[in-house]
């Protein structure tokens, strides 16, 4: 037997941007236990949106079942032994790993039937989760790299935020702010020798970093891109953040050794928090600096839901699914400034326009693109990001191998992976 709610909907769709999940028939008496990553305050935000659907589906019974850490672990073995969840939190990876052998129920029929359209989200988000012409999870949201500016040093240099566009004004605003000499130096720019950094700068130079199956990323255009932004451990104006004495670029930002960094929208809880000492430093943020004849790009993440082919309830899981990834739920999430949505109908919402910063990271999805798709496939992109961090980055950065070298070098480990 099944039933279908009787709830209300919002202006706001329940499935999708304007879908409603109450089209949906659920299983009489359904149970769902839900698989979700992150910390307390994530796993918060994902039990307030279970509340949500269940006051939807009132006769649909829903267990949250944190797995904190070694998440993708744990769900491969709850697969393994026959008891995973009938929902879930799906990363790239996992997509990888679960998708080509039938272990996630396909979602095209409840999202024709809820009034769900793919182009509802972002493509390059939604693509990830599609296979063989069928989609398997549903993007929740994403994050996005900008650069971030301190406004009191961009002040005192004369350097105006609004006006960096090029590689060349970020680097003469790098100049202009890096002050000092010795412990106490200030540096223009933070650097982080990572693929998932400045590989964005090979996409906006027209650099595939990987096609055919092969390496491409030592090209000429790729090659311009990593020597941009060694150019500022050349100059003096960057330093890496290890060689501050940092942990990472966001340390350094909230810490003023560092005027700008490449980071994505974590940065911005990480300087709210009155533990790390910047809450009344004030920043703008900008999209990535693009080459003379590039293009915008950006780099995404992003984590989707999904829920298990064998579950007993499929029409709950399946509508579970799209709430928690429809305007109405994300729409509630927007404020806690944790994640940007990924339906493209929010990128509206009123609060990007009171929090500028949030803005320019919404903005991102338009052009931005994932490292699942671009390095390899979610499979081989862990091993191919390590081949091109420790092979080539690292030793650009560390000025122990020159950057066509090392480039060349880290190629030839990555063709040796992608032919695995």
Not at 4 to 28: F, N, Y
Not at 40 to 55: H, P, V
Not at 101 to 113: C, E, G, Q, S
Not at 280 to 288: C, H, K, Q, S
């Amino acid at each position: 037997m099944t039933t279908s709610s009787t709830g209300t909907t919002s202006t706001e769709g329940t499935a999708g941007a304007k879908g409603d999940v109450t089209k949906l028939s659920v299983e009489d008496g359904a149970s769902l236990r839900v698989a979700v990553s992150g910390n307390a305050t994530e796993q918060r935000l994902y039990q307030e949106g279970i509340d949500r659907f269940k006051a939807i589906f009132p006769n649909v019974n829903v267990t949250m079942e944190p797995i904190p850490d070694q998440y993708e672990t744990a769900l491969k073995a709850g697969f393994s032994a026959g008891t995973a969840q009938d929902v879930f939190v799906l990363n790239g990876e996992l997509m990888g790993a679960f998708a080509p052998n039938n272990l996630l129920l396909p979602l095209d029929d409840a999202m024709a039937t809820a009034g769900v359209n793919p182009d509802d989200y972002y493509e390059s988000l939604l693509t990830l989760y599609q296979h063989e012409g069928k989609t398997y999870g549903l993007p929740k949201d994403f994050g996005a790299l900008v650069i971030f500016i301190n406004n009191a040093m961009a002040q005192q240099a004369g350097v105006d935020p609004a006006s960096i566009k090029t590689w060349s004004d970020l680097s003469a605003a790098a100049e202009k702010m890096t002050s000092g000499e010795g412990p106490g130096k200030v540096y223009g720019m933070c650097l982080n020798p990572d693929i998932q950094r400045y590989g964005a700068s090979m996409l906006q130079n027209g650099n595939a970093i990987i096609a055919d199956n092969k390496a491409v990323f030592n090209q000429p255009s790729g090659l311009a891109a990593v020597e941009f932004w060694y150019s500022f451990k050349q100059n003096g104006t960057g330093e890496l953040f290890k060689e501050m004495g940092k942990g990472w670029c966001g340390e350094a930002f909230s810490g003023r050794n560092a005027a700008m960094v490449l980071e994505g929208g974590w940065l911005i809880p990480f300087l709210a928090d009155p533990a790390n000492g910047a809450t009344d430093l004030e920043y703008t943020a900008i999209p990535i600096p693009v080459p003379d004849g590039g293009k915008p790009a950006t780099w995404l993440f992003t984590n989707a839901f999904a829920a298990n082919a064998q579950t007993k309830y499929p029409n709950a899981a399946a509508a579970l699914v799209l709430f928690l990834t429809s305007a109405v739920n994300q729409k509630a999430l927007i404020p806690s400034g944790l994640a940007l949505p990924s339906l493209l109908s929010l990128a509206d919402d009123p609060y990007f326009g009171e929090n500028p910063a949030q803005a320019v990271l919404v903005q991102q999805g338009a052009v931005g693109h994932l490292a699942d798709v671009v390095l390899g496939g979610p499979l081989k992109k862990g091993d191919v990001i390590n081949a091109l961090n420790v092979d080539a980055m690292e030793q650009i950065f560390l000025g122990a191998m020159p950057p066509q070298q090392a480039l060349d070098a880290a190629a030839q480990k990555v063709d040796e992976i992608l032919m695995r």
